[in-house]
């Protein structure tokens, strides 16, 4: 456990109350997609039930123990998708027995805090950057798909399917059976406040205004009972073995039929939470201990899969509240997950209310800000290898599952990489693809830099290629630029390829850079990043054709008359 810094509480204390208004309906949300899956009156309760429990335990306890200060932990989209057919999966086998259900949702979640816990503990954590971003966004497009069509049945009235390919045929005949109009109506209603609200302000959250308005409007409107939350239970959580019948388990059978659950939840909540944990180190400019954020994250899971809670992670929406409203240290964590208790405490009776349409208009939105619609529109600009793997995961993530899209994914994309790599090697690549023709002079040409202006540049420069396995080196080098510098140079002769993760990292870099009011210039771009950059219009919307330079003594002439 890291050492609680008190330096900041007033900022904690307003970024964790923030955070907590923000995740309530979240919470409530993802917990009832996650019991979707059962044919019982009692499923929306112990979904809600399940997820604040899950939100206020991973919360606290990964805010306590974990490597990322300013990080808010709880159930999100990709997680939630995995645990529903957990969910599902056991009422099937149990032929509609709840207790079999809590039990398993319960030890795929301990399962998952454990091994959590033993990638942290063995470092693993530091590999999660060999991702590829076309795993990463074919993966997540096809979680924020699910997620919009499960959504699509409570949004009319009707109970959704367990498995996608049901969702997608089975969805005119729910049309067909009759509509309830009322409960379209208030979703659509949530849906329109939420994309409406942020166009207005900024202050309040557009989930919760648009939780709350909306459920106020349904109180006037006559909405079916069984269209909504309908009663929490009140009171401090308990554990598993204390609310299900353990009589005749077969203990061998359910920790076997837990254990591969709990090392997908594992695995996809490790991804999921180093991602946030770098969106909020880019925000923070501080860096989080990777290996002790997998152990925070991993004691959390564990405790909320004890206590009957929805596995969880890292949540980006989440800690960039968190964030921008203050937050910095463990202790907004602690409070966002300290607000979440008090409503299962004895405020749970406050959201009884809520329509599940509505709930269902608040995920529809946070899988559509899923979907990685930069990464489609980037289609045909990108590698065809990419571009490859990209919808190979994605499809498999939409119509097989989690873990399977990812596994071959990464398989795939290992080979195309390494076969560029044999390429690069062999110098087999075409003359447009590759040239070794280099007009620059050496390294040293930059003492011609003019005096007057040499402590006001910076030069950058980088060796080698910018792909997936390189990117988080490359991040570092460019956030450890110096903030007093008027111009940057990047140096791009020894570089030779791109891909899809470099040239977005580049991007990234260069609009950081120029928000800052730095002019930055590039020089001997070779033909395929070149390619890249152009298509990607890095050049010359982000940067005019007159900031690059085919020599360094080109460069060195335009600072001269800069």
């Not at 699509?152 to 996608?164: D, E, H, N, Q, V």
């Not at 620059?440 to 003492?447: A, H, L, Q, V």
């Not at 910076?458 to 390189?470: K, T, V």
Request: contains cysteine; glycine residues 10%.
């Amino acid at each position: 456990m890291a050492f609680i810094e008190t330096n900041n509480i007033k900022g904690d204390i307003f970024g964790g109350i923030t955070a907590g208004i923000v995740a309530l309906p979240l919470a409530l949300a993802f917990g009832i997609q996650a019991f979707g899956g059962i044919d019982s009156p009692e499923a929306s309760s112990m979904g809600a039930l399940a997820g604040l429990v899950g939100a206020t335990l991973l919360g606290f306890f990964a805010a306590l123990f974990g490597g990322t200060h300013s990080q808010i932990s709880g159930p999100t989209g990709p997680m939630t998708v995995i645990t529903a057919s957990i969910v599902s999966g056991a009422w099937a086998s149990s032929q509609g027995n709840i207790s079999a259900v809590i039990l398993s949702m319960s030890l795929a979640g301990i399962f998952c805090g454990l091994f959590q816990t033993l990638f942290g503990l063995i470092r693993i954590g530091k590999y999660v950057r060999y991702i590829p971003y076309p795993v990463l966004s074919g993966f997540m497009s096809g979680i924020g798909v699910i997620i919009i069509l499960q959504q699509l049945y409570p949004i009319i009235g009707k109970k959704s399917p367990a498995s996608t390919l049901e969702m997608i045929t089975n969805f005119p005949a729910a049309i067909s059976d009759g509509i309830n109009v009322l409960a379209l109506l208030l979703g659509i209603a949530c849906i329109a406040l939420i994309i409406l609200v942020p166009k207005l302000t900024k202050k309040v959250p557009a989930t919760l205004v648009a939780l709350v308005a909306v459920t106020v409007v349904s109180l006037f409107t006559g909405l079916e009972q069984s269209l909504t939350i309908g009663d929490i239970p009140a009171g401090l959580p308990m554990p598993f073995f204390a609310k299900v019948s353990l009589e005749g388990i077969d203990w061998a059978s359910v920790f076997e039929a837990s254990i591969v659950p709990g090392l997908t939840l594992a695995g996809l909540g490790s991804i999921d939470t180093l991602l946030t944990s770098v969106v909020a180190d880019n925000i923070t400019k501080t860096k989080h201990n990777s290996n002790q954020e997998l152990i925070g994250q991993g004691i959390g899971n564990a405790v909320a899969g004890m206590f009957c809670g929805l596995a969880g992670a890292g949540a980006t929406m989440r800690t960039v509240v968190n964030v921008k409203s203050g937050g910095r240290t463990q202790i907004s964590g602690m409070i966002h997950a300290s607000l979440l208790l008090a409503i299962l405490l004895g405020l749970g009776f406050l959201v009884k209310y809520v329509p599940l349409s509505v709930l269902a208009g608040i995920l529809i939105t946070v899988g559509w800000g899923i979907i990685d619609f930069r990464g489609f529109k980037d289609l045909f600009r990108i590698p065809k290898s990419d571009a490859f793997v990209m919808i190979v995961v994605f499809l498999m993530t939409v119509f097989v599952d989690l873990l399977t899209a990812v596994g071959i994914g990464m398989v795939i994309a290992c080979v195309l990489f390494m076969k560029r790599a044999g390429d690069l090697v062999e110098g087999t690549y075409s003359s447009k693809e590759l040239s070794t023709f280099d007009k620059e002079s050496p390294w040293d040409d930059e003492k011609d830099i003019p005096e007057e202006i040499r402590h006001h540049i910076y030069i950058e420069r980088l060796n080698g290629p910018i792909f997936f396995g390189s990117i988080t080196g490359f991040q570092r080098v460019m956030h450890d630029i110096p903030t007093d510098v008027k111009i940057v140079i990047i140096r791009m002769r020894r570089v030779s390829f791109m891909d899809q993760s470099g040239v977005y990292a580049m991007e990234t870099a260069i609009k950081d850079l120029q928000a800052q009011g730095v002019k930055v210039l590039m020089t001997i771009i070779q033909p395929q990043p070149r390619y890249m950059l152009e298509k990607h219009h890095i050049i010359p919307v982000l940067i005019p054709e007159d900031n690059t330079f085919e020599t360094f003594e080109e460069c060195t002439e335009y600072l001269r008359n800069f």
